[in-house]
């Protein structure tokens, strides 16, 4: 395929990246040091709001919560394109020693979001002092409660995809993988998950102490837990091999069943008997069959303790899958952005995270790429959820470049249907 952005626009994309790296930075950081949790995100939303407003954008404030939508708006007669990033923080405590580690006592960014919306800053700041030669116009999505899984719907709800509707929405993640780096796939990117609860009684003819139940529930959970082929890695040789093996993309990887069961954490006699189990897998199928076997493991189980279960759906979440057209069109943009070695094809999904960016995804075409941010050489891995997550902000450039890149070369194409 051939490229259609111009050189003379993605060096000036290039460089304008490069030049307001020092400002991005400060954002992030300023970001980082004021975490706020899903549905608090009030103070993060100001600042935000602030500095888009500054690089000349409409913004609207309160979209479906704390949620943003920043227009930047060259002819309402040309299609739009939409870049979403997440805003919201974790209840995890920092162990970092840097100078800008979070001011709040609990509460840190250890998933990227920081940097995420330092990025989508970045962006504005570029295709705003580009708008007289930009093809189209651009929405930006800020966007709320990720980590609770209810930001998008509500932002979806409260108008984030219409006037205009835009003709397809972008994303990135960073991810333990060297910065500098951008990973994609034109399929599946995270998989959905369901949720149960289910709960154990004894028998008609039986009775025994409820703490007995908790004992039982706890040997089902662990039963439900060794059905795993897959484990998260926890150190970063685990992670590195790890993502190669994405690479290659074997069939029982891309064939993945995650299975969680766990006994409530904050009090696990609170509900004697009672056991959360989650499922991630590559697709609703193997979804189903992973609940067969859970079944099975639970109905050996009960027949073994003279007990019983129920187990109740208590909610399920979507796969985010790319739109192959929309990657496959714009990677050699991307490839002439960052330069075709720092370009990693995945062939399987990371199985152990979800992303509601789906809920975009599904209702206009989109895409979603993995963003290099780890320098293990100075202790900077950017594993995701951890206390000492923290990332190589070198990966601002490149994910500001890159999203800069593929919404500018995505007016350029025609999407169908994926």
Same mark, same amino acid.
């Given at each position: 395929?051939?490229?259609?952005?111009?050189? $003379?626009?993605?060096?000036?994309?290039?460089?304008?990246?490069?030049?307001?790296?020092?400002?991005?930075?400060?954002? !992030?950081?300023?970001?980082?040091?004021?975490?706020?949790?899903?549905?608090?995100?009030?103070?993060?939303?100001?600042?935000?709001?602030?500095?888009?407003?500054?690089?000349?954008?409409?913004?609207?404030?309160?979209?479906?919560?704390?949620? @943003?939508?920043?227009?930047?708006?060259? %002819? /309402?007669?040309? /299609?739009?394109?939409?870049?979403?990033?997440?805003?919201?923080?974790?209840?995890?405590?920092?162990?970092?020693?840097?100078?800008?580690?979070?001011?709040?006592?609990?509460?840190?960014?250890?998933?990227?979001?920081?940097?995420?919306?330092?990025?989508?800053?970045?962006?504005?700041?570029?295709?705003?002092?580009?708008?007289?030669?930009?093809?189209?116009?651009?929405?930006? @999505?800020?966007?709320?409660?990720?980590?609770?899984?209810?930001?998008?719907?509500? =932002?979806?709800?409260?108008?984030?995809?219409?006037?205009?509707? /835009?003709?397809?929405?972008?994303?990135?993640?960073?991810?333990?993988?060297?910065?500098?780096?951008?990973?994609?796939?034109?399929?599946?990117?995270?998989?959905?998950? %369901?949720?149960?609860?289910?709960?154990?009684?004894?028998?008609?003819?039986?009775?025994?102490?409820?703490?007995?139940?908790?004992?039982?529930?706890?040997?089902?959970?662990?039963?439900?837990?060794?059905?795993?082929?897959?484990?998260?890695?926890?150190?970063?040789?685990? =992670?590195?091999?790890?993502?190669?093996? =994405?690479?290659?993309? /074997?069939?029982?990887?891309?064939?993945?069943?995650?299975?969680?069961?766990?006994? #409530?954490?904050? #009090?696990?006699?609170?509900?004697?008997?009672?056991?959360?189990?989650?499922?991630?897998?590559?697709?609703?199928?193997? !979804?189903?069959?992973?609940?067969?076997?859970?079944?099975?493991?639970?109905?050996?189980?009960?027949?073994?303790?003279?007990?019983?279960?129920?187990?109740?759906?208590? &909610?399920?979440?979507? #796969? =985010?899958?790319? $739109?192959?057209?929309?990657?496959?069109?714009?990677?050699?943009?991307?490839?002439?952005?960052? &330069?075709?070695?720092?370009?990693?094809?995945?062939?399987?999904?990371?199985?152990?995270?979800?992303? %509601?960016?789906?809920?975009?995804?599904? !209702?206009?075409?989109?895409?979603?790429?993995?963003?290099?941010?780890?320098?293990?050489?100075?202790?900077?891995?950017?594993?995701?959820?951890?206390? %000492?997550?923290?990332?190589?902000?070198?990966?601002?450039?490149?994910?500001?470049?890159?999203?800069?890149?593929?919404?500018?070369?995505?007016?350029?194409?025609?999407?169908?249907?994926?």
């Amino acid at each position: 395929m051939r490229i259609r952005l111009s050189p $003379h626009h993605l060096e000036s994309i290039q460089s304008l990246a490069v030049s307001q790296f020092e400002e991005i930075r400060k954002i !992030r950081r300023e970001l980082h040091r004021h975490p706020e949790l899903s549905g608090y995100e009030t103070w993060t939303a100001e600042y935000l709001s602030k500095k888009l407003i500054a690089a000349g954008l409409v913004v609207r404030n309160h979209v479906g919560g704390h949620g @943003i939508l920043a227009d930047l708006v060259v %002819d /309402p007669g040309k /299609p739009t394109m939409a870049l979403r990033v997440d805003m919201d923080a974790l209840p995890i405590q920092e162990t970092n020693r840097v100078p800008y580690r979070s001011k709040i006592e609990g509460i840190m960014h250890a998933c990227g979001h920081d940097v995420h919306s330092a990025i989508g800053v970045g962006v504005a700041n570029i295709l705003s002092s580009l708008r007289d030669d930009l093809p189209g116009n651009i929405r930006f @999505i800020f966007q709320p409660e990720e980590e609770e899984i209810t930001g998008a719907l509500r =932002m979806i709800h409260d108008g984030a995809l219409t006037n205009p509707e /835009p003709a397809a929405v972008l994303g990135l993640h960073v991810a333990p993988i060297p910065a500098g780096q951008v990973a994609w796939t034109d399929g599946l990117f995270l998989s959905g998950f %369901d949720h149960y609860l289910v709960s154990l009684s004894p028998r008609k003819d039986q009775s025994f102490h409820l703490g007995h139940l908790s004992t039982i529930a706890s040997r089902c959970c662990h039963a439900i837990q060794s059905l795993n082929r897959w484990k998260l890695p926890e150190t970063w040789d685990q =992670m590195e091999a790890f993502w190669r093996l =994405m690479q290659t993309g /074997p069939e029982e990887l891309k064939n993945f069943i995650v299975y969680d069961a766990s006994l #409530d954490e904050e #009090d696990p006699d609170a509900w004697p008997g009672q056991f959360g189990v989650g499922v991630k897998a590559a697709s609703p199928s193997l !979804r189903k069959t992973a609940f067969g076997k859970i079944r099975a493991t639970l109905n050996k189980i009960c027949r073994m303790t003279h007990t019983q279960y129920e187990i109740t759906k208590m &909610g399920s979440m979507i #796969d =985010m899958r790319n $739109h192959a057209g929309l990657v496959q069109s714009t990677l050699p943009a991307l490839e002439s952005a960052l &330069g075709k070695q720092h370009i990693t094809q995945l062939n399987a999904a990371f199985p152990f995270n979800c992303e %509601d960016f789906a809920f975009f995804a599904k !209702r206009i075409p989109g895409a979603m790429y993995w963003l290099g941010a780890a320098d293990p050489s100075q202790g900077k891995y950017a594993l995701l959820h951890t206390p %000492d997550f923290d990332v190589d902000e070198h990966c601002l450039v490149t994910g500001t470049v890159a999203m800069a890149t593929l919404l500018w070369e995505a007016f350029n194409i025609n999407l169908q249907p994926s």
